[in-house]
């Protein structure tokens, strides 16, 4: 007698686990958000604005360090965030969306493109997104326990 085989329904493909590569990513876009963070929101809160000497060339000098963590980060995490849920998920897409505001508006200053106006107009944009990437960052950190 010819035996009818029943369909398996098909599971879900299972997400990647976090593995060392992501993990030591975030924590190099941590170890250069910490200074940059402490530089440049430190400056404004104590109304010491614009920043300027030895806190400056730490900020910018720490700043390396932040971009290629969060261009580590953009690479490896994306196809395991969703262990996490969905709301870490947006807090995620956010995060990245603001760094890469906050790195092109901490860059794109020291060239004479935008001319004067729209160097001050990126300073402001800079001081604003740096100040909620540190949040969301805080608030990322926080959403990041796995889904049952
Ligand atoms: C590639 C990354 C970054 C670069 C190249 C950079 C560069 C700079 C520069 C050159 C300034 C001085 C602007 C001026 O006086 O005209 C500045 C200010 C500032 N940065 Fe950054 N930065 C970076 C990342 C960050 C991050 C990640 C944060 C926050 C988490 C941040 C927060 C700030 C703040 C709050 C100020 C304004 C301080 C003030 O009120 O004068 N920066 N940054």
Do not use: C, D, K, N
């Amino acid at each position: 007698m010819a035996s009818t085989s029943i369909p398996q329904a098909s599971s879900a493909p299972e997400i990647p686990a976090l593995g060392i590569g992501p993990r030591l990513a975030y924590l190099l876009m941590l170890a250069g958000m910490l200074p940059v963070a402490i530089t440049g929101i430190g400056t404004f809160v104590l109304g010491q604005a614009p920043m300027t000497h030895w806190v400056l060339m730490a900020h910018v000098g720490a700043s390396p360090v932040f971009a290629v963590g969060l261009t580590l980060v953009a690479l490896t995490w994306p196809s395991r965030e969703a262990r996490y849920g969905s709301f870490s998920w947006f807090l995620f897409w956010l995060l990245l969306f603001a760094g890469w505001i906050v790195v092109l508006s901490g860059v794109l200053p020291m060239t004479p493109l935008l001319g004067t106006e729209g160097q001050h107009f990126l300073y402001l944009t800079h001081r604003y997104a740096g100040m909620a990437v540190a949040i969301l960052t805080v608030l990322h950190l926080l959403s990041l326990r796995p889904r049952r």
